[in-house]
């Protein structure tokens, strides 16, 4: 029996030639290639045709994947890498990087090395501005969650807090930062001792209304970035 990548590369390779036969250069990305699928992963193509003026994407299903599709340039892709990390979440440089050949040209082995090399590089340094700004809402956040008593209210703070405490942490200490699955994964990447703090303590709280682990954990990452920011923060002043 094939395994899922083998199956995958089939399937992706039947896609290049059935939907999308003149393009140039074409890559399989995504949980199949990183061995992390589920039964409903989708199949993550980068399709490249150097004719295109501007890049779109498109949703199908073939053959009962369902299949994310990225039509780009050489040119557009690179507006792409400088937006995501200009952002510090890495989508399309780590999609870039990871991706297998399905069908090879030139282009592709300078994208390659660009997205790896700018994974291996990190986002752009936070200025003051944007430190004080990130610290200050979080403060703020946190103060939220730390007064709530209403518990729906409480998951919807939490929630955001999670959110928002973990791109701190990641973004304040010069690393990449990631949304959804990747939030987590990427301060794994960084410290998976971190990560399973950050789990367990939002775990405990969503499961039981504790918060203190919570609160711990956030008060120490603002300590480590020069403490919580409320007094004398303005904006568009």
Same mark, same amino acid.
């Given at each position: 029996?094939? $395994?899922?990548? /083998?199956?995958?590369?089939?399937?992706?390779?039947?896609?290049?030639?059935?939907?999308?036969? %003149?393009?140039?250069? !074409?890559?399989?990305?995504? /949980?199949?290639?990183?061995?992390?699928?589920?039964?409903?992963?989708?199949?993550?193509?980068?399709?490249?045709?150097? /004719?295109i003026k501007a890049s779109y994407r498109e949703s199908f299903t073939f053959d009962d994947y369902p299949?994310? !599709?990225?039509?780009? #340039?050489?040119?557009?892709?690179?507006?792409?890498?400088?937006? $995501?990390?200009?952002?510090?979440?890495?989508?399309?440089?780590?999609? +870039?990087?990871?991706g297998l050949v399905l069908r090879d040209h030139d282009l592709l082995k300078p994208l390659k090395e660009?997205?790896?090399?700018?994974?291996?590089?990190?986002?752009?340094?936070? /200025?003051?501005?944007?430190?004080?700004?990130?610290?200050?809402?979080?403060?703020?956040?946190?103060?939220?969650?730390?007064?709530?008593? $209403?518990?729906? %209210?409480?998951?919807?703070? !939490?929630?955001?807090?999670?959110?928002?405490?973990?791109?701190?942490?990641?973004?304040?200490?010069?690393?990449?930062?990631?949304?959804?699955?990747?939030?987590?994964? #990427?301060? !794994?990447?960084?410290?998976?001792?971190?990560?399973?703090?950050?789990? %367990?303590?939002?775990?405990?709280?969503?499961?039981?209304?504790?918060?203190?682990? +919570?609160?711990?954990? +956030?008060?120490?990452?603002?300590?480590?970035?020069?403490?919580?920011?409320? $007094?004398?923060?303005?904006?568009?002043?």
């Amino acid at each position: 029996m094939n $395994d899922p990548l /083998s199956c995958a590369k089939r399937t992706a390779r039947l896609i290049v030639e059935s939907h999308y036969p %003149d393009c140039d250069a !074409a890559l399989l990305a995504g /949980s199949f290639v990183r061995g992390q699928a589920t039964a409903t992963s989708d199949l993550d193509l980068i399709l490249f045709r150097e /004719s295109i003026k501007a890049s779109y994407r498109e949703s199908f299903t073939f053959d009962d994947y369902p299949v994310e !599709a990225f039509i780009h #340039s050489s040119t557009t892709i690179r507006t792409f890498f400088r937006q $995501d990390r200009e952002r510090g979440r890495p989508s399309m440089q780590r999609m +870039v990087a990871e991706g297998l050949v399905l069908r090879d040209h030139d282009l592709l082995k300078p994208l390659k090395e660009q997205a790896e090399s700018e994974l291996l590089t990190g986002p752009p340094v936070l /200025s003051l501005t944007e430190m004080n700004r990130t610290r200050y809402f979080l403060t703020d956040l946190l103060d939220d969650f730390i007064g709530v008593s $209403d518990r729906t %209210d409480g998951l919807g703070i !939490a929630t955001r807090l999670l959110e928002q405490a973990t791109d701190f942490r990641l973004r304040a200490s010069g690393h990449w930062t990631g949304q959804g699955k990747w939030l987590i994964r #990427s301060l !794994a990447i960084v410290d998976p001792v971190e990560a399973k703090r950050l789990a %367990d303590a939002f775990n405990l709280y969503f499961r039981s209304d504790q918060k203190q682990a +919570v609160i711990d954990l +956030v008060e120490q990452w603002l300590d480590s970035h020069g403490g919580r920011y409320f $007094d004398g923060f303005s904006i568009g002043k």
